[in-house]
Protein backbone atom coordinates (compact mmCIF):
# COMPACT_ATOMS: atom_id res chain seq x y z
CA UNK A 1 0.00 0.00 0.00
CA UNK A 2 0.92 3.25 -1.04
CA UNK A 3 0.32 6.60 0.80
CA UNK A 4 -0.64 9.23 -1.86
CA UNK A 5 -1.25 12.36 -0.43
CA UNK A 6 -0.73 13.87 3.24
CA UNK A 7 -1.65 16.96 3.95
CA UNK A 8 -2.45 19.04 7.13
CA UNK A 9 -4.61 22.10 7.36
CA UNK A 10 -6.97 24.33 9.42
CA UNK A 11 -10.44 24.59 8.75
CA UNK A 12 -12.95 27.05 10.35
CA UNK A 13 -16.27 25.02 10.68
CA UNK A 14 -19.42 27.48 9.35
CA UNK A 15 -22.06 26.81 11.89
CA UNK A 16 -20.14 23.51 13.19
CA UNK A 17 -19.72 21.68 9.87
CA UNK A 18 -17.34 21.55 7.31
CA UNK A 19 -17.52 19.39 3.85
CA UNK A 20 -15.07 17.23 1.51
CA UNK A 21 -16.91 17.66 -1.81
CA UNK A 22 -15.50 16.96 -5.67
CA UNK A 23 -16.34 19.26 -8.84
CA UNK A 24 -19.61 19.45 -9.32
CA UNK A 25 -21.40 17.97 -6.15
CA UNK A 26 -24.31 19.75 -4.91
CA UNK A 27 -23.95 22.55 -2.33
CA UNK A 28 -27.03 22.10 -0.85
CA UNK A 29 -27.86 19.84 2.20
CA UNK A 30 -31.31 18.58 0.57
CA UNK A 31 -29.78 14.98 -0.27
CA UNK A 32 -28.03 13.91 2.83
CA UNK A 33 -28.89 13.36 6.18
CA UNK A 34 -28.83 15.56 8.83
CA UNK A 35 -25.78 15.71 11.20
CA UNK A 36 -28.10 14.82 14.62
CA UNK A 37 -27.46 13.73 18.16
CA UNK A 38 -23.83 14.60 17.50
CA UNK A 39 -23.03 12.18 14.58
CA UNK A 40 -19.70 12.09 12.98
CA UNK A 41 -20.48 12.50 9.40
CA UNK A 42 -23.57 12.37 6.87
CA UNK A 43 -23.12 11.87 2.87
CA UNK A 44 -24.40 11.96 -0.28
CA UNK A 45 -23.43 10.61 -3.48
CA UNK A 46 -20.90 13.41 -4.06
CA UNK A 47 -19.51 14.75 -0.68
CA UNK A 48 -19.75 14.71 2.72
CA UNK A 49 -20.50 16.45 5.55
CA UNK A 50 -18.37 16.54 8.97
CA UNK A 51 -19.64 18.17 12.78
CA UNK A 52 -17.48 19.74 15.00
CA UNK A 53 -20.11 19.94 17.78
CA UNK A 54 -19.48 23.82 17.75
CA UNK A 55 -18.69 26.51 15.38
CA UNK A 56 -16.72 28.68 16.22
CA UNK A 57 -12.87 27.77 16.57
CA UNK A 58 -10.01 26.48 13.49
CA UNK A 59 -9.89 22.73 13.28
CA UNK A 60 -7.01 20.80 12.16
CA UNK A 61 -7.76 18.47 9.20
CA UNK A 62 -5.27 16.02 7.83
CA UNK A 63 -6.15 14.51 4.01
CA UNK A 64 -4.90 11.25 3.03
CA UNK A 65 -5.46 9.57 -0.18
CA UNK A 66 -3.99 5.27 -0.50
CA UNK A 67 -4.19 3.30 -3.04
CA UNK A 68 -5.32 0.37 -1.03
CA UNK A 69 -6.45 -0.31 3.01
CA UNK A 70 -4.01 1.87 4.98
CA UNK A 71 -2.90 0.54 8.19
CA UNK A 72 -4.23 1.97 11.25
CA UNK A 73 -3.79 5.80 12.27
CA UNK A 74 -0.69 6.45 14.17
CA UNK A 75 -2.69 7.96 17.19
CA UNK A 76 -4.31 4.99 19.01
CA UNK A 77 -6.21 8.14 21.16
CA UNK A 78 -8.77 8.70 18.10
CA UNK A 79 -12.13 9.35 20.03
CA UNK A 80 -14.67 8.01 17.04
CA UNK A 81 -14.31 6.86 13.64
CA UNK A 82 -16.76 6.86 11.20
CA UNK A 83 -16.47 5.50 7.31
CA UNK A 84 -18.69 6.37 4.04
CA UNK A 85 -18.35 5.71 0.40
CA UNK A 86 -18.07 8.47 -1.51
CA UNK A 87 -18.11 9.56 -5.68
CA UNK A 88 -15.64 12.27 -6.60
CA UNK A 89 -13.93 13.26 -9.81
CA UNK A 90 -10.47 13.12 -9.66
CA UNK A 91 -10.25 16.26 -7.40
CA UNK A 92 -11.39 17.28 -3.49
CA UNK A 93 -12.19 20.36 -1.87
CA UNK A 94 -12.02 20.48 2.09
CA UNK A 95 -13.67 23.66 3.68
CA UNK A 96 -15.89 25.15 6.14
CA UNK A 97 -18.34 27.55 3.52
CA UNK A 98 -15.90 30.59 4.42
CA UNK A 99 -15.12 31.71 0.71
CA UNK A 100 -11.01 31.36 0.03
CA UNK A 101 -10.55 29.39 2.91
CA UNK A 102 -11.27 25.95 1.31
CA UNK A 103 -8.53 23.66 0.71
CA UNK A 104 -8.69 21.96 -3.08
CA UNK A 105 -6.24 18.87 -3.65
CA UNK A 106 -6.06 16.49 -6.72
CA UNK A 107 -6.59 12.87 -6.49
CA UNK A 108 -4.24 10.33 -8.35
CA UNK A 109 -6.84 7.77 -8.16
CA UNK A 110 -9.07 9.78 -10.61
CA UNK A 111 -12.35 9.54 -10.85
CA UNK A 112 -14.30 6.83 -9.25
CA UNK A 113 -16.12 5.74 -5.68
CA UNK A 114 -14.03 6.71 -2.95
CA UNK A 115 -14.24 4.93 0.67
CA UNK A 116 -13.60 8.04 3.28
CA UNK A 117 -12.52 6.87 6.40
CA UNK A 118 -12.65 9.82 9.27
CA UNK A 119 -11.02 10.14 12.86
CA UNK A 120 -11.72 12.74 15.19
CA UNK A 121 -10.42 13.68 18.61
CA UNK A 122 -11.14 16.05 20.82
CA UNK A 123 -14.66 17.03 19.21
CA UNK A 124 -16.69 17.01 23.02
CA UNK A 125 -13.31 18.64 25.03
CA UNK A 126 -13.10 21.53 22.61
CA UNK A 127 -16.97 22.33 22.38
CA UNK A 128 -17.35 22.16 25.85
CA UNK A 129 -14.23 24.18 26.39
CA UNK A 130 -15.49 26.84 24.86
CA UNK A 131 -19.07 26.85 26.74
CA UNK A 132 -16.80 26.89 29.73
CA UNK A 133 -15.16 30.25 28.14
CA UNK A 134 -18.51 31.83 27.13
CA UNK A 135 -19.45 31.30 30.90
CA UNK A 136 -16.17 32.67 32.57
CA UNK A 137 -16.20 35.92 30.27
CA UNK A 138 -19.54 36.44 29.16
CA UNK A 139 -18.79 38.68 26.52
CA UNK A 140 -17.02 36.45 23.64
CA UNK A 141 -15.83 39.98 21.77
CA UNK A 142 -13.66 40.96 24.83
CA UNK A 143 -9.79 40.90 24.32
CA UNK A 144 -10.02 38.04 27.13
CA UNK A 145 -12.19 35.71 25.74
CA UNK A 146 -10.46 36.10 22.36
CA UNK A 147 -7.08 35.60 23.54
CA UNK A 148 -8.58 32.47 25.79
CA UNK A 149 -10.61 31.08 22.04
CA UNK A 150 -7.13 31.06 20.19
CA UNK A 151 -5.20 28.43 22.62
CA UNK A 152 -8.24 26.21 21.40
CA UNK A 153 -7.42 26.56 17.79
CA UNK A 154 -5.90 23.34 15.91
CA UNK A 155 -6.95 20.92 19.39
CA UNK A 156 -9.75 19.37 17.65
CA UNK A 157 -8.65 17.03 15.20
CA UNK A 158 -9.43 15.29 12.17
CA UNK A 159 -8.13 12.27 9.93
CA UNK A 160 -9.75 11.72 6.49
CA UNK A 161 -8.07 8.59 4.92
CA UNK A 162 -9.61 8.45 1.09
CA UNK A 163 -9.08 5.39 -0.96
CA UNK A 164 -10.55 3.73 -4.19
CA UNK A 165 -13.05 1.46 -3.41
CA UNK A 166 -12.59 -2.52 -4.10
CA UNK A 167 -14.35 -2.56 -7.29
CA UNK A 168 -16.62 -0.05 -8.96
CA UNK A 169 -19.32 -2.29 -9.19
CA UNK A 170 -22.05 0.49 -9.70
CA UNK A 171 -23.63 -0.09 -6.42
CA UNK A 172 -25.04 3.36 -4.96
CA UNK A 173 -22.79 4.92 -2.06
CA UNK A 174 -25.73 5.88 0.03
CA UNK A 175 -27.64 3.55 1.90
CA UNK A 176 -26.07 0.45 3.11
CA UNK A 177 -22.69 1.61 2.31
CA UNK A 178 -22.63 4.27 5.07
CA UNK A 179 -20.95 3.11 8.22
CA UNK A 180 -21.94 4.89 11.49
CA UNK A 181 -20.11 6.46 14.29
CA UNK A 182 -18.64 4.47 16.61
CA UNK A 183 -16.86 5.63 19.77
CA UNK A 184 -13.21 3.35 19.27
CA UNK A 185 -11.61 5.18 22.65
CA UNK A 186 -12.44 7.06 25.41
Known sequence: MVR???RAFPVFPEYGRFRLAGPGARQENTDIAELL??????????HIELSTL???VDVSVVLEEWDAEPPDPE???WEEAA????????????????????VNLRLRSGARLYRADVHAWRRRAVAQRYDQLLRSYGDPHSARFRAAEKQLRGQEEFLIRLRPTA???GTSPRGGNLCSPET???
Open 184 to 186: VAG
Open 37 to 46: GGSLLASGYD
Open 54 to 56: QGR
Open 75 to 77: NPG
Open 83 to 102: AATVFLRGFVTVGGGVPGYA
Open 167 to 169: SDD
Open 4 to 6: FIR
